[in-house]
């Protein structure tokens, strides 16, 4: 939730929950919010918790109660080590676009345009790269490799 110095808001800005909105959602309005990323509702539950759903389909519920930066590190553990997390044997680099989505996931290019998408296999590194100087404006001598943690 975000405050912002003007004083508006409460605004839901979620950075981390992958395929959402593009732009923040005002927490405290109740009707429908048309976002390029679709149709946003939040909806007060009995127990106080509020749902977001996007176009229609329930996304996740959020706890009104304050956190602890601590009350992560379970997670952020789980995800940089757990063999059953994405993080651990994949790379990717993603960004919004004007039509939807494009991603580098170790050596395949994703673009997801109007609910459309395609993959590419770049193949070499130098192909890699490329893609991320011109998709990301990232410039890098060497591809990104997932350390091993062996």
Same mark, same amino acid.
């Given at each position: 939730?975000?405050?912002? !110095? @003007? /004083?508006?808001?409460?605004?839901?800005? #979620?950075?981390?929950?992958?395929?959402?909105?593009?732009?923040?959602? &005002?927490?405290?309005?109740?009707?429908?919010?048309?976002?390029?990323?679709?149709?946003?509702?939040?909806?007060?539950? !009995? @127990? /106080?918790?509020?749902?977001?759903?996007? #176009?229609?389909?329930?996304?996740?519920?959020?706890?009104?109660?304050? &956190?602890?930066?601590?009350?992560?590190?379970?997670?952020?553990?789980?995800?940089?080590?757990?063999?059953?997390?994405?993080?651990?044997?994949?790379?990717?680099?993603?960004?919004?676009?004007?039509?939807?989505?494009?991603?580098?996931?170790?050596?395949?290019?994703?673009?997801?345009?109007?609910?459309?998408?395609?993959?590419?296999?770049?193949?070499?590194?130098?192909?890699?790269?490329?893609?991320?100087?011109?998709?990301?404006?990232?410039?890098?001598?060497?591809?990104?490799?997932?350390?091993?943690?062996?």
């Amino acid at each position: 939730m975000v405050h912002l !110095p @003007d /004083g508006s808001g409460p605004w839901l800005a #979620d950075v981390g929950f992958g395929a959402h909105s593009s732009y923040p959602l &005002r927490f405290d309005a109740r009707d429908a919010q048309d976002d390029p990323g679709g149709r946003f509702v939040l909806a007060d539950t !009995p @127990d /106080g918790d509020v749902e977001v759903a996007k #176009d229609g389909q329930p996304q996740y519920r959020i706890e009104r109660r304050e &956190r602890a930066l601590a009350d992560f590190v379970p997670t952020c553990w789980w995800q940089q080590t757990s063999p059953d997390s994405h993080f651990t044997w994949s790379t990717i680099c993603s960004r919004l676009i004007a039509d939807g989505r494009i991603s580098l996931s170790d050596r395949t290019l994703i673009r997801t345009s109007g609910g459309a998408r395609t993959e590419q296999d770049l193949g070499s590194d130098d192909a890699v790269l490329a893609a991320y100087r011109e998709h990301f404006g990232v410039v890098l001598d060497r591809v990104p490799a997932v350390a091993d943690k062996g």
